[in-house]
């Protein structure tokens, strides 16, 4: 069990960033990561469904074998982590608490910004765990084109910088001097986020946090790889095409994902799915 694999998941190429960070802190771990291409983006959806989509995908980690899950997707971990926790026997580790532990520690004025999709604003659970502290003000903007802009490979355009300063000027507006990046493809916008919003103005994102969570949690349950364990990645994704993952995930992160191995997960609107469009997952 120590040498199974953490499984990750996330709607799309956003939790790779997560991927990384737990990659990076943790080389002796094995990963098997599923983004939900079939359904991406989980922002403007429904909570029902997202709940839906978000339990088939980690259904199909579990029967994997992995010993431990990461939901690497803010909307996944707002609508059904108490579903998640209460369903599944390994330990879940989810974004949303590791970044308002961060947010809170690392404000000088109280004054803490939260951007994300719609469902994840509209859940309510930034504001609700950060406004248990009453020092603290809470200002929230849902940035639904963001999730849009990173899963077209599109990153440093005029349009993203105009539609951050659309989105993001009333928040700077407010004197906010950290600002959560409620999202995990947001990381891929920070540079024309963090243009917008100013030197001083702190940017908070759950990837680095959450891997060390992950690594706590390893510790806690005595999960974590033996010292000759060969870490092994898997990367898949449930949409129509492997070749479409592969090529944006490099494009975004350099060639750390190589090979994309299409799975389908519970009931998959995507009635072309074959046999033969699968291929082998990296092995690394």
Excluded: W
Excluded at 95 to 118: D, E, K, L
Aim: glycine share 8%; hydrophobic share 40%; aromatic share 6%.
């Amino acid at each position: 069990m120590k040498d199974a694999p953490i499984g990750i998941f996330d709607s799309g190429v956003g939790g790779l960033t997560v991927a990384r960070a737990i990659r990076a802190q943790l080389p002796q771990e094995s990963l098997v990561y599923i983004g939900d291409t079939a359904h991406s983006p989980y922002g403007p959806k429904p909570i029902a469904d997202v709940r839906r989509y978000s339990l088939e995908v980690l259904d199909t980690l579990v029967d994997q074998g992995v010993k431990m899950l990461v939901i690497a997707c803010n909307t996944a971990s707002a609508a059904m982590l108490r579903d998640a926790r209460e369903r599944y026997d390994v330990p879940v580790v989810e974004v949303i608490g590791p970044a308002v532990r961060r947010a809170v520690s690392t404000s000088r004025n109280g004054r803490i910004g939260v951007i994300g999709t719609v469902g994840t604003i509209g859940s309510r659970a930034y504001q609700d765990m950060l406004e248990v502290n009453e020092h603290l003000q809470v200002f929230t903007a849902a940035c639904p084109r963001f999730v849009e802009f990173v899963e077209a490979g599109i990153t440093g355009t005029p349009e993203v910088l105009a539609t951050a300063e659309e989105y993001l000027a009333p928040l700077r507006d407010a004197g906010v001097d950290t600002l959560v990046l409620g999202c995990t493809h947001y990381p891929f916008l920070r540079g024309a986020i963090s243009y917008v919003m100013g030197d001083g103005v702190s940017l908070v994102s759950s990837d680095d946090e959450t891997a060390a969570d992950v690594y706590r949690h390893l510790v806690r349950d005595d999960l974590l790889a033996s010292g000759d364990a060969v870490a092994t990645y898997v990367y898949e994704a449930t949409g129509r095409s492997a070749d479409d993952f592969t090529a944006l995930a490099n494009r975004l992160m350099g060639h750390e994902v190589r090979d994309v191995q299409l799975v389908q997960t519970g009931v998959i609107d995507l009635p072309y799915l074959l046999d033969d469009d699968f291929t082998q997952a990296e092995q690394a």
